[in-house]
């Protein structure tokens, strides 16, 4: 059964900071992975997906990589703001639909 | 397009009642899921449909859960009777395509609370 594990649960940076978000996975057989954006009480805006025979996606500030064999993908944002603060998950889909992690919690502190 | 539209935004029933949620998926995806979240399990997939056809529905909790596709354009999701235990964040999506390789999209989820 697939897991997704985010570390850190929580992360407070001071604006302007470049930051990394991580997710693991236990089952490294998958079709993507998506990352996603949620804001308190709002629901999930995707930010980035990547197709398991790429490495990475970029988007403006934010630059996913992926490693399949290793079960680690990585959400890079730089040059942080306060409006970047948001829970950000990760969510992988193998042979069952998106199985997805708890999130990270980010704080930007101005 | 306006995206996944789910209603209500915001339901307070109590304890034994019939909750009915809905759902619209953005027009022309042919796939459609429904999820749970609570801040103790985070998001669970609850059942997922393509082409209105339920393919698995192993994340439905109980039988007090039912999901329905009657058509492309319209999906609901009853619990009867419901409990307090339900009261969660319930999200619908929408991608095109089931078992493929594209981006699934989130509706702004209906927030229950079962008293």
């Known amino acids: 059964k697939q897991e997704v594990t985010q570390i850190p649960a929580a992360l407070s940076v001071p604006e302007g900071e470049n930051l990394v978000l991580n997710c693991s996975f236990t089952d490294s057989a998958i079709y993507n992975l998506q990352w996603f954006r949620q804001d308190p009480g709002k629901g999930l805006t995707s930010l980035l997906l990547?197709?398991?025979?790429?490495r990475e996606q970029t988007s403006g500030r934010l630059n996913a990589s992926l490693d399949k064999s290793s079960g680690r993908s990585t959400l890079y944002i730089a040059a942080s703001q306060p409006g970047d603060s948001a829970t950000y998950l990760c969510a992988v889909r193998g042979n069952t639909p998106l199985v997805f992690g708890k999130g990270t919690r980010l704080s930007v502190i101005a | 397009d306006a995206g996944v539209i789910q209603s209500p935004r915001h339901e307070v029933t109590e304890m034994g009642q019939e909750v009915t949620l809905r759902c619209k998926p953005i027009s022309g995806h042919n796939s459609l899921f429904w999820y749970r979240q609570t801040m103790m399990r985070g998001l669970e997939l609850l059942i997922y449909?393509?082409?209105?056809?339920?393919?698995?529905d192993s994340g439905m909790p109980e039988d007090r859960f039912s999901a329905k596709m009657p058509n492309a354009s319209f999906s609901t999701l009853k619990i009867q009777p419901s409990e307090p235990r339900d009261s969660a964040v319930y999200f619908c999506a929408s991608s095109l395509g089931g078992q493929t390789y594209n981006e699934q999209f989130f509706g702004p989820g209906t927030r229950l609370t079962v008293l």
């Open positions: 449909f393509n082409n209105n056809v339920p393919i698995d």
């Open positions: 990547i197709q398991s025979s790429q």
